[in-house]
């Protein structure tokens, strides 16, 4: 039998055992697709939209674990990395005088101009200035000398236990005298205490 020769009116669908093979085919084919795309619509379309959600949420925890297991693998390496860096705070931190030390430290710079041989026109100590957890003391001096006793001093101060920084240096001749003159602030840092900060 043709499909051509079927006449649609002539279909009972009350005796669907009748139809000629094809129809049946085509029919239950028909209702097979509307039941598939009524599937897919009303229930794999939202599981296919949670599957692709939870692909990216594995993709992500899978670069986390990778990431977290790499730090893991070098846990050892980062912890003795964070004790150097702990004793070299340490260590800074000790070159750092505290309120009791700065006056002795004032007196080691001074010391330090005199024993190269300048002769101080000016040792002033300014007022602190805190910083996060440390404070900076500018201290203004001007001092005659030579070349090599401005040298000297810089390299004292530079030896000297304790940081100590030199900033603004100025250096001009002396009228009416082969000496030159250096002004320049000296700065040193002091450990802001728990109290302090």
């Keep these: ?10 279909l009972d669908f009350s005796n669907v ?10 029919t239950v084919g028909l209702v097979f697709l509307a039941v598939g795309g009524l599937g897919y619509w009303f ?21 986390s674990f990778e990431d977290k297991a790499a730090k ?34 004032l007196v080691d710079v001074s010391q330090s101009g005199l024993a190269s041989g300048l002769e101080f026109d000016l040792f002033r100590p300014r ?3 805190p910083r996060e957890f ?19 001093f810089v390299s004292a101060v530079a030896a000297l236990p304790r940081i100590v920084t030199i900033h603004d240096i100025i250096i001009s001749p002396e009228e009416g005298s082969d000496e030159l003159t250096m002004e320049l602030t000296a700065k040193t840092y002091r450990y802001l205490e728990e109290e302090e900060g």
């Design 1 to 10: 039998m043709n499909l051509s020769d079927i006449d649609l009116n002539d």
């Design 17 to 26: 055992s009748n139809w000629p093979a094809s129809m049946r085919l085509i």
């Design 43 to 63: 229930d794999l379309k939202d599981q296919k939209l949670h599957l692709e959600q939870v692909v990216k949420k594995e993709t992500e925890l899978k670069a």
């Design 72 to 105: 893991a693998a070098n846990l050892e390496a980062y912890e003795q990395q964070l004790e150097e860096m702990r004793q070299s705070f340490g260590t800074m931190l000790r070159q750092l005088p505290n309120k009791t030390q700065v006056a002795g430290l």
């Design 127 to 129: 007022d602190e200035i």
């Design 134 to 152: 440390y404070a900076e003391l500018p201290i203004s001096v001007k001092v005659k000398g030579t070349y090599h006793e401005f040298g000297a």
